[in-house]
């Protein structure tokens, strides 16, 4: 079944142009690792001042990341991974070239990097607000971000996630799109970091699943239950994304709607209760009622059950400009997994078992809950 949120579907452009020739060249040299600049470990450990505590900006599943200047006064992110990954080193660097040629306003620019001994090292350019997590999502957030913001937001994830998939050649799937890999420039522009990323660490399931609480609230069903990676995970992750964006609440707290409700579950039963603007984020003072309804229902067509219901990026930036019609008698009810671990209170919460179907997966202790159409 293909995705028909809006009348006939879409065209999608590729653009195979001079790119892909150059990556077929480049594959057949095996791989050439001239593109990628190589950053100096004493160039790095000048910068970070010995990638001193006080320089260090966060930690993730794939390392720590510290903030840098170089000499000629360029601010750098400067992400030491975690050398456990039995990848080889030609390996490593071929798919650190690969992401190194991808450039887009809407994605954070991998600067070069750096290997010396057992450290592999990323350079990143520095973004400035930080990530949407701690500049949206954090309760002690100081910055107020308004409608326009907001929404430029969303629209840059939306094409940044376009581009990805669908202008690329070969075509990237992120794997890992969530508030905390979402980056803000001076402008509070949005820029997406680590794509390409998880494809360097083989065990990246685990990573994604075992990390911080929250990291599961955006991981499509169809991906945690049978494995199965395409571009519509990423899809379901922007829809979250963007539930997120718009209520200024995060994805990784599990007690929405007063009851044990993840969000993008409370969002539905607001939405068939025709209550969706009880979503919007108390903070936002003012903004346009129609937009950000389309917004949040543009959200829950990316969250839908099954992938292929989900639109591609190319049609939710569509979806979100102002013209189009949504055709809402299409919309089915989102699908979403919970972790045990962290709510135990919603399996006491006694789900009717006419509206919902749980699975148990053996490999790790996850619920996969699936509402039932109506
Ligand atoms: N290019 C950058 N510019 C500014 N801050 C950054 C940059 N990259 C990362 N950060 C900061 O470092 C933090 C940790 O990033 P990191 O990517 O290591 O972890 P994560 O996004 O929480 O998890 P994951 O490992 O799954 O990506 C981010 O939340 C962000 O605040
Ligand atoms: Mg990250």
Known sequence: MNCSCFGSSKKVLQKKDDKDVHQSEREEEGGSIAKTKNFSYN????????FHQSNKIGRGGFGTVYKGILKNGTQIAVKTLS???????????????????????????????????????????YLENNSIDRALLDPRRSIKLDWENRSAICMGIARGLAYLHEELVPHIVHRDVKASNILLDKDFQPKIGDFGLAKLFPDDITHISTKVAGTTGYLAPEYVLGGQLTMKADVYSFGVLTL???????????????????????????????????LVDPQLEEFPENEVLRYMKVALFCTQATASRRPLMSQVIEMLSKDVKLNEKQLTPPGFFEDSKHVSGSMSKNKSSETSTSHQMSSFPITITQLIPR
């Open 43 to 50: 160039e790095l450990r000048v910068a970070t001042n010995n």
């Open 83 to 125: 050398t456990e990954s039995k990848q080889g080193l030609h390996e490593f660097m071929t798919e650190i070239d690969t992401i190194s040629d991808v450039k887009h306003p809407n994605l954070v620019e991998l600067l070069g990097c750096c290997v010396h001994g057992p450290n592999k090292i990323l350079v990143y350019e």
């Open 244 to 278: 997120e964006v718009v209520s200024g609440r995060s994805s990784a707290y599990t007690n929405y709607g007063g009851a044990y409700k993840l969000l993008v579950e409370w969002a539905w039963e607001l939405y068939e209760a025709e209550k969706l603007l009880d």
